[in-house]
């Protein structure tokens, strides 16, 4: 059982891994450093901890203690209970859910590892908003991506931003980086994936055309809001595919524009290319 302690002190040292967390340049070279994350809100603690992730400790408002309790029976880490003003002074900002947890990261599988069982990836290159990344992880996981494969330079899933927008969902997908940029990209042609690279180019074919359901094994490539795939990495790909638009719109939030692609790749996805038409009475 956890120890439950009253914590008043702002400049307490148990409360290191919660201050500052709103400072993003700090938190991206400390949190993977320190080998933590930051988890927030009851549903993404408890995911956190499903999904075999040791607690390194609890910051908790008085009012959720209770409701974490089964949580806090089952610690054998510290529990901090702080006032709603304290733990906004330590992290810097109102902690309207009012439960946070220090999770220990895990080492990271390899790319060779995820593409050996995988069938439906994503790859993303250089998408450092982290509530993009967050929606996208949310995503893949409810729309039956099997791994996500990250450029060298994409935003932390862990980071708590990502972690709080999915939902938990960064716990139920596999994830690796890929070493070079890219040519990391051939040992997953190698694996028998073909490469898909999202665009809004018209001259891309679209998603309904190229059928990527159909496909035994597929890869789907996002760029970085606004910016997109460089130059770089369409040339990498076996084929650049569009999402047909409508009035005057030219493109996608990324974010949705991986939730449409995830669908159109999804497996057993029933098309009207694949409707059978019902027997005549």
Not at 90 to 107: D, E, F, I, K, N
Not at 181 to 205: I, S
């Amino acid at each position: 059982m956890a120890d439950l302690i009253t914590v008043e002190d702002p400049d307490d040292p148990r409360l290191h891994d919660y201050t500052g967390l709103t400072d993003v340049e700090l938190r991206r070279t400390r949190e993977p450093a320190e080998g933590l994350f930051i988890a927030e809100g009851e549903k993404v603690i408890r995911r956190a901890r499903d999904a075999g992730y040791e607690m390194r400790s609890m910051l908790l408002s008085a009012k959720w203690v209770d409701v974490m309790r089964d949580v806090i029976d089952e610690l054998p880490a510290p529990v901090y209970a702080v006032s709603p003003e304290l733990a906004e002074r330590v992290t810097g900002y109102h902690v309207h859910r009012g439960a946070l947890a220090s999770m220990q990261r895990t080492p990271l599988p390899t790319a060779a590892e995820l593409l050996h069982t995988a069938r439906r990836v994503v790859i993303m290159e250089s998408v450092n908003d982290h509530t993009n990344t967050g929606a996208i992880f949310r995503s893949a996981a409810a729309l039956g991506m099997d791994a996500v494969l990250l450029s060298p330079d994409c935003a932390d899933p862990l980071y708590r931003r990502s972690v709080k927008v999915s939902m938990g969902a960064v716990f139920s997908v596999p994830y690796a980086r890929l070493d070079s940029w890219p040519r990391g990209l051939e040992p997953v042609r190698e694996a028998g994936f073909t490469l898909l690279a999202l665009t809004p180019d018209e001259k891309a074919r679209s998603l309904e055309e190229v059928a990527p359901h159909r496909m035994d094994r597929v890869a789907l490539m996002l760029g970085a809001e606004g910016a997109g795939l460089t130059a770089r990495a369409l040339a990498a790909a076996d084929e650049r595919v569009r999402i047909p638009m409508s009035h005057g719109v030219d493109s996608l939030n990324v974010g949705a524009a991986a939730a449409v692609a995830f669908y159109a790749a999804a497996t057993g996805r029933p098309t009207a290319q694949d409707a059978v038409s019902p027997p005549a009475p």
